[in-house]
């Protein structure tokens, strides 16, 4: 029979090995505290990146505070939605209003941007200090906050701002800008489309720019002063203005029926050659669907579509229009008037003129004689000295009460300084009875005749 012998284990052993290991741990603790992480605290690459972290542009955000109708964001490019309440936008963001809609737009540096109906405009730049905008159409007005510099693009324009209030109005079919200032002042630098400056000006508190990029240079750019108390009779700027001194906190109400405005539809009037002539500024804004010229005899408040309309036109560059239908002796009244796309109506300021009573004084009647000779009647008359005069008419007839009208059929007509006319038709040899007289008229048509020649066969009697 066979043993086996089992060895009985020594508990030292496992002592040792626990040891060895608890020694190896606290090397590699050892190692890595004195040796990666302090590689790694001192690191310079790692200094260069918190460095940048902390000198990197403080970007602001923006909100819709208020909106009012279609209104839509184009949030990182990915096409336009509509608008939230208290929609937060960021660095690249655009914002389009529709027709009858407005937003306001809280930058985080308490600056507002408030956008028109048909307006867009897009955030470009939100770097603290170095904001730029860009409007793209339409009618924006902006209340900036005291420190940072802003720029505003628009068309071939940058119109620098801080600490400012004011207001840009883009027509980007017509290529037209203005810039209106309330407070403060802004500078207005105008480019070619090669970026390339051309004009660069200052515009202070109540001072207009008015921009024509479609004009030559010395043409394009010009400067006019404005009324601030006469803009608060429209919708848009007594709102702006009640916002910014905390009188309003709405919306304004819904778009009025009849809106009277001062910044275009300028209109005035000349009597001259017998017609009114009208010419205006035309309508700068995108909402415009047709033009009625209105005028009245008897009243000074006149809008469309009360009065009497004597122009339509559908054309936006239309600025000029012709009365010739008046009644002489009279007073009338002319405003133009435009019907916006959404049927509402605006009217700008009204204008007179008096059209004087008609002339009855006859100017002075000419004297006439006359030679006959084989090369014709030469008929000689006396010179008129009337200020209204405004020629003569030769008339001839074959029957001595038969002379018809000098206004509707004459043998000649001469102009003052020219007092004699030769028939050719009618010499010593002609037979019969023939008659002439010459007639003087003045620029109302009046006219008086001469005495009458009366030749009988070739014989001056």
Known sequence: MMYYYKRKSNPFKWVIIVLIFMALGALVYWFYYNYFSRIELNNPKADNINALIDNSPRLISGALSLKQGEVQINIGQKGYSPALDQAVLHQGDKIKTGANSLAVLDLSDTSKIRLAANTEISLTNLQENN???????????????????????????????????????????????????????????????????????????????????????????????????????????????DLDTGLAQNPPDQEPAFEAISDSLVLTALLKDNSVNLSWSIYNQDNFKAYKVVRSDTKSDLKYPNDQVIKSSDAKNLAAYSDTTFSPGKKYYYRVCVVKTSDKVACGNMVSIDIPAKDTLAPAAPSLSATVSAAGMNLNWSLNNDADFKEYRVLRSYNSFNFSSPLSDYLAKKNLGIENYLDKEVNFTSPGNIYYRVCSLDTSDNFSCSNIITVENGVIK
């Not at 007005?141 to 005291?146: G, H, I, Q, R, T």
């Not at 004009?199 to 394009?220: P, Q």
């Open 131 to 241: 904001i730029l905008l860009e409007l793209i159409s339409g009618r924006i007005y902006n209340n900036l906050a005291l420190p940072g510099q802003y720029q505003i693009k628009s068309l071939n324009a940058v119109i620098g701002a801080s600490g400012s209030k004011f207001e840009i109005q883009a027509d980007a079919v017509l290529k037209n800008l203005a810039v209106l200032v309330f407070s403060n002042n802004v500078n207005l630098k105008i480019n070619d489309p090669e970026a390339i400056l051309l004009i660069s000006s200052r515009l202070d508190a109540n001072e207009r720019g008015a921009v024509d990029f479609k004009a030559i240079k010395k043409d394009m750019f010009k400067i006019t002063n404005f009324d601030l108390n006469a803009l608060t009779n429209q919708v848009w700027y007594k709102w702006n203005f």
